[in-house]
């Protein structure tokens, strides 16, 4: 019995210890599996992490040097704007240190810079290509101003040399000669031309000047907003200069075919507008472009190089 | 714990369980080191995942307003940009010329004749500005042996020179304290022959400085903490010469009204300094122009 029973228990100790190490096994097992599936799942996590930061790392190097890029370009237009700004104060203040037309140099540019110098000259700088000045007179009597006009005002068109300076001098009582205007050039082959007014005994009593700019493309546009809600505005010229002198004359009076001179004196403002009219499409600076992209205008924007577009209605 | 009871298999048993146990020690030691290592892989890439995600959030909220500032959104937008850069540089190269062509003209119009023994003259030569916070005006002066010409420099309300004309030896009141470092009045007997006059006022760090020299010689220099100013005049404008006989008055060169912060006066208030030329000498002190430079 003791035997037996001793047989019985070193069985069921054998038993005990294989079913033991049996359990222990599979306990193993699990245990090895779950951590295998732990490790490869970490391993894999980590792989595909690896793999993210690389696609990662990527777009990251890409980014910066897209921001690098733009943050040049930022800069760089920053700079240039403001040094446009600033070389464009320069250009008028040298053009208005010019006395007269020898002092005009003979400018490497493909724009029109034009200054008023003083009330009565305006200093201008023609580039290659074909040029007019459009001188516009125009004398009203103040006293009158709703009288008829015709017959007082006139235009002159005068084609110009290329590539040249011009310098043109109002004629203003104040130097005691007819009011008129005498138009000079450094191109040997213009020579000086003149015009007066057929007013008589004009006398001066103030003058007023509208500023234009001092440097533009050939047929830049005045005001490129206009331009965009306006497509008729559209000039083939550019404004260089404006005068009115007011003061009293005496205005010529037509009778029996005869133009004469002994009226009385009126109130009487004379304005001149010049303008430059060139060969070519009317053009806007790049500067100014983007309203007509803003505003989607319906008139084409054609890029001539050097900053300037052509425009084109459709 | 019962199987400790027995004898032999018991204590082989312990002894199978222990080297079991020590041999799970190590694997497991090993094991948990290595899954440490893994979550610790797999944890340093996440945060590397986020930190670059992060990373690319930054990138990309720098680069919204630069991108919309460029118009990168529209490609002709954003070409025109580059365009108006083109026409910018023209500009540039009109700048130099101009610089180049100004030498010419300031020569052209710099010279004086001498226009008898007793005239007195003056032309101012044309300067270009390239320096915007340099503001500087040039005369050549002739000055007749025979006369004694002063420079004369003073301080006053904005009023009182508007209401003087150019008559400025019979005005008497001149600030001796004002927004101006050192006010005068004073004076300098200017010597004969051909004399280069340089009247100029330098913006550097809020102060503005005003600096007379003849020639090299620096006469007098004075600054103030600038607020804003608000006119210049000058009579001496043109480049043409002007002769001055005797008989004739001398003219002012210059006043500028100026608005500055100071410890000196109370209250904010209009200033001019003018700068004028006299036949007479008056009761300012003499400019000691000490410093050559």
């Known amino acids: ?314 | 714990m019962i199987r400790f009871e027995y004898d032999g298999r018991a204590r082989e048993f312990s002894s199978s369980t222990w080297t079991w146990a020590m041999r799970f020690s190590l694997r497991s030691l090993i094991a948990w080191s290595m899954l440490v290592a893994a979550a610790l892989l797999a944890g340093g890439g996440y945060y590397g995942v986020q930190k670059d995600r992060q990373r690319i959030k930054q990138l990309e909220s720098e680069m919204e307003p630069l991108a919309n500032s460029l118009l990168v959104a529209d490609s002709r937008r954003h070409e025109n940009l580059r365009h108006s850069l083109e026409g910018y540089a023209e500009l540039q190269s009109l700048k130099q010329q101009a610089i180049q062509h100004a030498a010419a003209i300031r020569d052209r119009y710099s010279g004086i004749e001498k226009r008898g023994p007793d005239a007195f003259s003056i032309r101012r030569i044309p300067e270009l500005r390239v320096d915007r916070s340099l503001d500087r005006r040039v005369f050549k002066l002739m000055v007749p042996e025979t006369r004694q010409i002063w420079l004369k420099f003073a301080v006053h309300p904005s009023e009182a020179r508007r209401g003087n004309g150019n008559k400025n030896d019979q005005y008497n009141d001149w600030l001796r304290s004002s927004p101006l470092t050192d006010s005068g009045p004073l004076q300098f007997q200017l010597p004969p022959g051909e004399q280069l006059l340089t009247i100029q006022e330098q913006q550097t760090d809020g102060w503005r400085a005003i600096l007379l020299k003849v020639g090299e010689q620096t006469l007098f220099e004075t600054r103030y903490l600038q607020v804003s100013t608000n006119g210049f005049s000058a009579s001496i404008s043109a480049t043409e010469q002007v002769d001055v006989g005797p008989t004739q008055e001398l003219p002012w060169l210059l006043s500028v009204e100026i608005e500055a912060n100071s410890m000196n006066v109370p209250f904010s208030s209009d200033f001019s300094y003018s700068i004028w030329l006299s036949d007479k000498p008056s009761q300012f002190e003499t400019m000691n122009g000490g410093r050559d430079e």
């Open chain 1, 1 to 314: 019995m003791s035997n037996e029973s001793t047989n019985n228990v070193g069985e069921s100790d054998r038993h005990a210890h294989s079913s033991f190490g049996m359990g222990l096994t599979a306990q193993r097992l699990a245990v090895q599996g779950v951590f295998l599936l732990l490790f490869f799942g970490m391993i894999l996590l980590a792989w595909n992490y690896s793999v993210e930061r690389r696609e990662l790392r990527v777009k990251i190097s890409s980014l910066e040097q897209d921001l690098t890029q733009l943050q040049q370009v930022r800069e760089q237009l920053d700079v240039a704007n403001q040094s446009a700004n600033e070389d464009q104060q320069l250009i008028s203040n040298f053009l208005r240190l010019c006395r007269n037309v020898t002092d005009i140099p003979n400018w490497h540019c493909d724009r029109i810079l034009a200054s008023a110098n003083g009330f009565e000259n305006l200093c201008l700088f023609v580039p290659d290509g074909q040029h007019t000045l459009i001188i516009h007179a125009r004398w009203t009597s103040t006293d009158y101003p709703d009288a008829e006009q015709s017959g007082r005002e006139k235009t002159w068109r005068i084609p110009l040399q290329p590539h040249a300076g011009y310098w043109v001098n109002i004629n203003t009582p104040s130097e005691g000669l007819p009011v008129g205007w005498v138009l000079s050039s450094n191109h040997p082959a213009f020579p000086s031309q003149r015009a007066v007014l057929p007013l008589a005994n004009f006398s001066g009593n103030g003058m007023s000047q509208r500023s234009t700019k001092s440097i533009q493309y050939p047929n830049q546009i005045e005001n490129s907003f206009r331009a965009t809600q306006d497509p008729d505005s559209l000039l083939n010229s550019v404004d260089v200069f404006h005068l009115a002198l007011h003061g009293e004359a005496i205005h010529p009076v037509a009778e029996d075919d005869r133009v004469m001179m002994d009226g009385q004196l009126e109130p009487t403002e004379i304005e001149f507008n010049m303008r430059i009219e060139s060969d070519g499409p009317p053009v806007v600076a790049a500067s100014d472009a983007d309203k007509f992209y803003i505003l989607k205008s319906p008139i084409q924007l054609n890029y001539l190089g050097k900053g300037m577009y052509g425009l084109e209605r459709d």
